[in-house]
C-alpha cells in the first residue's frame, strides 16, 4: 500500500477550519482507494509570528523538503502586514521549491448561484496557468523621499527568458491533454518594455505548437470575455499579477472564492508542490465555523492527483458535486445554513 507524506500548514483564520475538513475528505478518500496519507502539522502562522518574530523557522525550507506534497490553509491576518506575513512564509516556500506553476482550475459546480447561471459545467471549465516565481511580485525598488513633497516609489517587475517561456511552455503542453486552446493575458500596451517580450516569447513558443490553438488578449478585454463569453476559454496563461486577478474573477463568476482551488507545482518532481484554495484567511468569518470548505478541499483533491492517486481525486470532485447538488448542507456564502465541519463531513460521507 503507497503511504505518502503530506505536510499541512493550515496557516491564518479559516484556512484552520478549511484544512481540517479537506484532511477528513483526503483520509476517507485514502480508505476508500488503497493508500494513506502521514500527516505532519505546522503551526507556521502570524500568530506564531506575533510571539515569535518569525512566520516559520530558519530551516522552515528544509523541514519541508522531503515531504511528498504540502498542503496549505491561508496566510496573513490582521495586525500583522500582509507584506510580511506573504514574504515571511508563502512567497519564500513558492521560490525555493521552484514552483513556478500556479494552476488554478475553475469549473461552474452544481448547486451554485453564479452571475452565469443557466450555462453548465461543460461550458464554463477552464483553468489559469500563472506564472508564480517572478514577474511584477518582485521585491526590486524602494520607497524614496520619505515624508517629503517628492516622495516617490519604485517597484520593479522582473520577467526572465527562462521563466517565461518555460511557464507559457507548461500551457501548451497542459492544452494538448484538454481542448487545445492557449490564451495568453498581456497589456503590451501600457506595460512596454515587459509585455511585448512576453507576447514575442508566447508567439516563438505557440510555433512549436502548431496543434495547439493560440491567441492573446489585453488582460482587461479577457477579464470581461471571462464573464461574458467563458466559453470561448480554456487554457489561460498569464503573469503573476494577471494571473492572480484573473484567478480571483474566474472564482467569481462560479460561485464565489469559496469554490476554487489551486496548485503551486514544481514541474521537475525535484521539490514537493503546495496546493490551496484561493482564498485568504477571511477575517471577517474566522472563528465562526462557517467558511465553506469545499475550495480546499478541491485543492487536496489536486495534492492527490498530483502524486497519481488520480481515481480517488476524481471521486473527491464527484462527491463534491454529489453533496452541492443535494443542497442540503450548503454554508452561507451559497444560500445555506451549514457549518464548515457539516459540509466537509457531507463530502466524506459521500467518499464511502
Ligand atoms: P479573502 O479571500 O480572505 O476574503 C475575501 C472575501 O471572501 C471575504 O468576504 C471572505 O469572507 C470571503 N471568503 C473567502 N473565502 C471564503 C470561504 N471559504 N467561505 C466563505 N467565504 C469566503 O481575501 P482578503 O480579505 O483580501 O484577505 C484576507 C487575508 O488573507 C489577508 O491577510 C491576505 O493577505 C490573506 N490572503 C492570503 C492568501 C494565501 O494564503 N494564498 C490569498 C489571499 C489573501
Ligand atoms: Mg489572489
Not at 57 to 80: K, M, T, Y
Amino acid at each position: 500500500m503507497s503511504e505518502y507524506r503530506i505536510a499541512s500548514i493550515p496557516g491564518d483564520g479559516i484556512g484552520v477550519d478549511v484544512t481540517v475538513e479537506a484532511r477528513k475528505v483526503l483520509d476517507a478518500a485514502a480508505a476508500r482507494h488503497g493508500f494513506s496519507l502521514r500527516w505532519t502539522e505546522f503551526d507556521w502562522s502570524c500568530e506564531r509570528y506575533t510571539q515569535t518574530g518569525s512566520m516559520m523557522p530558519d530551516d522552515g525550507v528544509a523541514q519541508l523538503a522531503a515531504f511528498d506534497g504540502i498542503l496549505l490553509g491561508a496566510v496573513g491576518f490582521p495586525g500583522v502586514p500582509d507584506h510580511i506575513s506573504l514574504w515571511g512564509l508563502l512567497i519564500p516556500l513558492r521560490r525555493a521549491f521552484q514552483q513556478y506553476v500556479n494552476l488554478r482550475p475553475v469549473r461552474l459546480l452544481p448547486g451554485t448561484t453564479s452571475v452565469l447561471s443557466g450555462r453548465t459545467a461543460e461550458e464554463l471549465e477552464m483553468v489559469i496557468v500563472r506564472e508564480n516565481s517572478e514577474g511584477e511580485y518582485s521585491a526590486i525598488g524602494g520607497r524614496h523621499n520619505s515624508g517629503r513633497p517628492d516622495e516617490f516609489v519604485l517597484q520593479e517587475s522582473v520577467f526572465t527568458r527562462v521563466g517565461v517561456e518555460r511557464i507559457i511552455r507548461y500551457a501548451f503542453e497542459l492544452a494538448r491533454t484538454r481542448t487545445s486552446r492557449v490564451t495568453s493575458a498581456t497589456k503590451s500596451n501600457g506595460l512596454i518594455h515587459s509585455m511585448p517580450f512576453w507576447d514575442e516569447i508566447f508567439a516563438e513558443v505557440a510555433a512549436k505548437y502548431p496543434d495547439v490553438e493560440s491567441g492573446q488578449m489585453h488582460v482587461d478585454a479577457l477579464a470581461a470575455r471571462m464573464v461574458q463569453a467563458p466559453d470561448r476559454l480554456d487554457v489561460v496563461v498569464g503573469s503573476n499579477l494577471f494571473g492572480d486577478i484573473l484567478s480571483d474573477l474566474a472564482a467569481a463568476v462560479t460561485g464565489g472564492l469559496g469554490m476554487a482551488p489551486s496548485g503551486n507545482i514544481n514541474p521537475s518532481g525535484e521539490f514537493p508542490s503546495m496546493f490551496e484554495a484561493v482564498h485568504g484567511s477571511a477575517p471577517d468569518i474566522a472563528g465562526q465555523g462557517i467558511a465553506n470548505p469545499v475550495a480546499q478541499i478541491l485543492a487536496g483533491a489536486m495534492l492527490l492527483e498530483h502524486l497519481g492517486e488520480t481515481v480517488a481525486a476524481q471521486a473527491i470532485r464527484t462527491s463534491v458535486d454529489e453533496v452541492l447538488t443535494a443542497g442540503a448542507e450548503l454554508t452561507p456564502d451559497l444560500g445555506g445554513t451549514a457549518t464548515t465541519t457539516r459540509l466537509g463531513t457531507a463530502v466524506a460521507e459521500a467518499l464511502r
